[in-house]
């Protein structure tokens, strides 16, 4: 593990800021978990926090028959729905109670595994896959950790489809630093940290 603040993480070892964030999202889904809060069938794939943004997962391609890793998967909602379209499906995702809302309620649905794992550690493992997608997953994950490892997760020719925020709820812009903003993404009653990268355009 690295333990001096500056020096990034890498292969499967989570930074403290990482883990942390995982932390808040255990707390996110064991509060859902308790309160048996209902989780809809969505009928698309959504890549905005606010559902009806973006395009749909026609983006992916033809699914039928493909290796399709969802990241970060949250409650699994988009795993089953690519599940039913014919592909092959697994859905990765680190919080324990997140994942257990997941088995809950798609637990029993054809052609998914839902998996409990570190992302990055189920990057470093799997065959390779013929899509990765993640609505809203790599925020919380290092980039200099997490994108290494999707090129190695990702067959030649494969397709990689994600969403981030671009701007963090204090309106500040993309940064050129590779570090995480305190603060900035409720989560549940908490807060995480996301990673929200890109250079910043000139002013005109
Ligand atoms: C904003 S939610 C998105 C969930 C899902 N993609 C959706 O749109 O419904 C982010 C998810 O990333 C998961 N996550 C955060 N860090 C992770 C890690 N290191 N490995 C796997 N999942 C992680 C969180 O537990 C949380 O469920």
């Known amino acids: 593990m690295s333990t001096h603040p500056h020096s990034p993480p890498t292969g499967t070892v989570p930074s403290g800021v990482e883990r942390r964030n995982l932390l808040r999202w255990t707390a996110y889904g064991t509060h859902h978990l308790t309160a048996r809060t209902e989780i809809p069938e969505p009928e698309r794939v959504y890549w905005g926090y606010w559902q009806e943004v973006g395009p749909g997962e026609e983006i992916l391609g033809d699914l039928a028959g493909r290796r399709v890793l969802d990241l970060c998967s949250g409650m699994g909602r988009f795993a089953a729905h690519l599940a039913a379209s014919g592909a092959r499906v697994d859905a990765v995702e680190g919080a324990r109670s997140q994942h257990e809302r997941a088995v809950a309620r798609f637990g029993d649905r054809p052609g998914l595994r839902l998996i409990h794992a570190d992302a990055v550690d189920h990057l ?81």
């Open 124 to 204: 470093e493992r799997a065959e390779p896959y013929d899509v990765v997608l993640s609505a809203h997953g790599l925020s919380y994950l290092d980039p200099r950790r997490v994108l290494p490892a999707l090129t190695r997760a990702l067959r030649p020719g494969g397709r990689l489809v994600f969403s981030v925020l671009h701007t963090n709820s204090a309106g500040d812009g993309p940064s050129d630093s590779v570090t995480a903003r305190s603060g900035t993404r409720a989560c549940g009653s908490g807060r995480a940290t996301p990673w929200i990268l890109g250079r910043t355009p000139p002013a005109t």
